[in-house]
């Protein structure tokens, strides 16, 4: 509780043109007025400048259009300076200029924390009230786990694994359209079917985002040790979420082109060509798909066992940096950016809220013409898989998981190709341990 005193000096900062500790676009009324204390600052009326670093790889347009524009209505008296990731020297390069960053957009928090960016915000959460069981339980659980029970950052729009399928080779084959619920072993049966030859034409029945499959696995496994980076690839419920998918390039003609796993050639002959049935990825590549492949989508498949859990979440954070000058404006963006009225304005434009209730989804791509009488609410599962926490070296991991698919792909089996591919893993973790 802020004392009388502490709260007028701290107001008469915040006039002064200082960003303080007394300010809430969250929670105006944040000081107990009830007990004679002076109010806050609206900090909205403050001048302030917030530098936000996006590691996604969009192009800044698309990220005004996403949420930099909507900042900059909520907060006309703010300025924002979004700067993209454009290869992996961005960051570093901001750093050594001397660039204050405030806010880091990211899914994984690798970036925030391999440049020692991250910072609990615990304090800012409990300052401003603000309610985290507002939001989805799975992403806020990512936080704990990364921050050690505190928070570094706030989720504000998630991803999941779905299943797009053309339903023209469907119709051309009179096979029945994937159907929600459907199992991995029923969806085997299904790309067996889907593989074939007519007419001179291969077809095949699945491709697959490999790599985000194994990352956003179902079964709550991790491939790396949080602490070490040590491999995990071996490990029971690990070893049967590769199996299960590497399984289905083992399908006479449904193999890896060329032994060659790249997203290219397994999304490409998806929409391009239009030579593959069914293709597991992330949700929204609508916008890629729409005018090129008479296209709809489906649940994520499920193990027996597991059924009604769909893959784990892919949140997006907003990583508040403790080099932040402005802490408590940059978490008035946090804050705005987890409401309803922002999660409303995402889902229209075709993103996954955030919030545990649902209820904004209604709307899901209500704005997006190209999606109208799809199947789209299936990129929702009714309940996410435990997640897993990624580590700095996931990269490493993703590559050599990769490379054993690919290993698998020519004839070695699944553990040599698994215990391979943890030796150099660990070696390459050991590597960057050592600098």
Not at 3 to 24: E, F, M, Q, V
Not at 218 to 244: I, M, T
Not at 388 to 395: D, F, G, I, P, R
């Amino acid at each position: 509780m802020l004392n009388k005193k502490w709260a007028i000096a701290a107001c008469l900062l915040a006039a002064a043109g200082t960003i303080s500790a007394c300010g809430g676009g969250a929670n105006p009324k944040a000081g107990n007025d009830q007990a004679g204390e002076t109010p806050p600052v609206d900090l909205t009326k403050t001048p302030v400048h917030l530098v936000i670093h996006d590691t996604t790889g969009e192009k800044v347009e698309l990220l005004m259009d996403k949420y930099g524009n909507k900042l900059k209505e909520k907060f006309p008296n703010w300025t924002f300076e979004i700067v993209p990731k454009v290869d992996s020297k961005t960051l570093p390069n901001l750093i050594a200029g001397g660039t204050t960053i405030d806010i880091v957009v990211e899914s994984t928090g690798v970036s925030t924390m391999e440049y020692d960016l991250q910072g609990n915000i615990s304090d800012l959460i409990a300052k401003y009230k603000y309610d985290l069981n507002r939001l989805e339980p799975t992403a806020v659980e990512i936080q704990r786990k990364m921050a050690g029970g505190g928070i570094y950052g706030l989720p504000t729009w998630t991803r999941s694994m779905i299943l797009y399928y053309n339903k023209d080779l469907f119709d051309m084959f009179g096979v029945s359209y994937p159907k929600d619920g459907m199992t991995w072993d029923e969806l085997y049966d299904v790309t067996r079917k889907m593989t074939r030859t007519e007419g001179g034409q291969s077809y095949k029945g699945l491709t697959m985002a490999f790599e985000f499959g194994l990352m956003l696995n179902q079964l709550g496994a991790p491939s790396q040790d949080a602490k070490s980076g040590k491999a995990l690839f071996l490990d029971d419920a690990f070893k049967k979420a590769f199996e299960n998918q590497s399984r289905f390039y083992q399908i006479a003609g449904n193999g890896l082109p060329g032994d060659r796993f790249y997203l290219d050639n397994q999304q490409n002959p998806f929409y391009k060509n239009k030579t593959v049935a069914m293709f597991l990825t992330l949700s929204g590549a609508e916008k890629i798909y729409k005018d090129s492949v008479n296209w709809d989508v489906a649940e994520f498949p499920v193990f027996e066992d597991k059924k009604g859990i769909g893959s784990q979440s892919y949140p997006t954070y907003f990583f508040l940096s403790k080099a932040s000058k402005n802490r408590d404006a940059a978490f008035q963006v946090l804050s705005y950016l987890t409401s309803d009225e922002y999660q409303s304005f995402a889902s229209r434009s075709g993103i996954i809220t955030i919030l545990k209730d649902t209820s904004v989804m209604k709307q899901f791509a209500a704005d997006l013409p190209y999606v109208q009488g799809k199947r789209i609410q299936a990129t929702i599962p009714a309940k996410y898989a435990e997640p897993t926490l990624k580590t700095k070296y996931n990269a490493i991991a993703n590559k050599e998981l990769l490379a054993a698919l690919e290993a698998v792909a020519k004839g070695t089996d699944v553990n040599t190709a698994l215990r391979e591919a943890a030796e150099r893993n660990d070696k390459q973790v050991g590597a960057e341990q050592g600098k």
